[in-house]
Each structure stands twice: as structure tokens, then as C-alpha cells.
């Protein structure tokens, strides 16, 4: 049990009424992009990742989310993706950063 062996921790049990209304997955991020159908309320979780990508594959990360994703949609990024010009690269993709820290709306 988390909150045992993490006392100054607490977590939270989501709803799975909650949890149904959510299509999680583990994908190809580029290839999922490429086939995506938004309708804005897209919440794409890429943390940590733009340092792996070579610098084709960024380019076309950037440019599917500008096509792909409506106004309105969600890009999460981490503070490792610092290493790379990802915030630069998201605003001239259409995308402002929010009050949260590395979370990034398409306006």
C-alpha cells in the first residue's frame, strides 16, 4: 500500500467510472499522431522524450501536433525536454504554456 510505506505522500484512488472514460495507451507517438482524430480534448503525454528524438522526428512531432491537434488540446512536457528547444518549438506550433508548469495549450 502506497500510503503505508510513503506516509508523507498521499495518493489517490481514481474512479472507474473515471478511468473508462479515458482511452490509455502505449503507442508510437508519431504514428499515432498521423491518424488522430481531435476533437478538442486531446491530452498528449510526451515527458521526457524530445532528447531521444533525432532532430527529423522532432520536426515532424512538432508539425503533426500544429496540423492534428485543435484549438483547445493538451501537450505535456517535462523538464528534461529543457535540453532541446521544446517550449520555442511548441509556440511556433500554435501552443501556449498554461499556469502549470511544462503543460501546453493549442490556441
Do not use: H
Not at 14 to 35: I, Q, Y
Not at 94 to 99: C, D, L, R, Y
Amino acid at each position: 500500500d502506497w500510503d503505508f510505506t510513503f506516509p508523507k505522500y498521499f495518493s489517490y484512488k481514481v474512479d472507474k467510472k473515471l478511468m473508462n472514460m479515458v482511452d490509455f495507451r502505449t503507442e508510437n507517438l508519431l504514428k499515432t499522431l498521423e491518424t488522430i482524430k481531435d476533437d478538442s480534448n486531446t491530452f498528449i503525454a510526451c515527458r521526457n522524450v524530445m532528447p531521444y528524438l533525432t532532430k527529423p522526428e522532432q520536426n515532424k512531432l512538432f508539425n503533426l501536433l500544429k496540423t492534428k491537434l485543435q484549438k483547445g488540446s493538451l501537450v505535456a512536457v517535462g523538464k528534461y525536454d529543457e535540453r532541446v528547444d521544446t517550449e520555442e518549438m511548441l509556440q511556433r506550433s500554435g501552443f501556449e504554456e498554461t499556469e502549470i508548469k511544462y503543460l501546453y495549450k493549442k490556441v
